[in-house]
């Protein structure tokens, strides 16, 4: 949904194992859907992408899961380092002809040594 | 490199003055945006461009003002009547209109002193 100057929710994980993050889309007609990672004072920077014919998509260590049942979006990091420590935001397209996308209210990952 | 480029990275703002942030690509895209982040918070948009010599407001445009007079640059004013301008710009530029996802630059800093 839209990020509405919300404080992030934040998601505490031990170094080396799995975290899952979430995220809630809005428009059911987004046919593009964006995973961006933001370090402390920096813009954020793509991490992976997918779209709305695809389910499951991998990069390297990260999978993003989509549910367009129930609008859902996941970005999944395995075996989580102290340099997967950041802001999570996710996007979404709208549907086409839509002129920006839709952020997310973010999620701030904390990797404990 | 293509890319996108924010300057200055920090900027201090007496009050009632006006302070212009500057944001360039040359990534070819057509659309361009601003964002503003608060501390602990999302991104919350402030005005975009899909086009030279066009532009619209987002949510928060209010004491801000923008220009798009060429492809490569989209300035970002913070006018004095803009109440509380401290908070980290974002400057974001994308093509096809934005749809496939942004680049975005690494931030200005903004403090009223």
């Known amino acids: 949904g839209e990020s509405v100057g919300l404080h992030l929710p934040t998601l505490s994980v031990q170094e080396g194992d799995n975290s899952i993050i979430n995220c809630a889309y809005s428009n059911s007609a987004s046919d593009y859907f964006i995973w961006y990672k933001q370090e402390s004072g920096k813009g954020p920077q793509f991490i992976i992408d997918?779209?709305?014919?695809?389910d499951k998509r991998q990069g390297q260590r990260v999978t993003v899961l989509l549910n367009k049942t129930v609008k859902h979006l996941s970005l999944q990091i395995a075996a989580t380092q102290p340099g997967d420590s950041a802001v999570y935001f996710c996007?979404?397209?709208?549907?086409?002809?839509?002129?920006?996308?839709?952020f997310g209210q973010g999620t701030r990952l904390t990797i404990n040594p | 490199d293509g890319g996108i480029t924010q300057s200055p990275k920090y900027l201090f703002r007496k009050e009632g003055q006006n302070v212009t942030l500057s944001c360039e690509q040359n990534?070819?895209?057509?659309?361009m945006y601003w964002y503003r982040q608060d501390p602990g918070q999302g991104l919350r948009l402030i005005y975009y461009?899909?086009?030279?010599?066009?532009?619209q407001k987002g949510d928060i445009a209010e004491g801000y003002s923008v220009s798009r007079e060429k492809k490569e640059s989209f300035p970002l004013t913070v006018t004095s009547a803009q109440k509380n301008p401290t908070a980290f710009y974002l400057c974001?530029?994308?093509?096809?209109?934005?749809?496939?996802?942004?680049?975005f630059g690494s931030g200005t800093r903004l403090t009223v002193v």
């Open positions: 997918i779209r709305s014919n695809m």
């Open positions: 974001a530029s994308g093509k096809d209109r934005g749809f496939y996802g942004y680049t």
């Open positions: 461009s899909q086009i030279v010599n066009d532009f």
């Open positions: 990534l070819n895209h057509d659309a």
């Open positions: 996007a979404e397209s709208g549907a086409q002809g839509a002129q920006k996308l839709v």
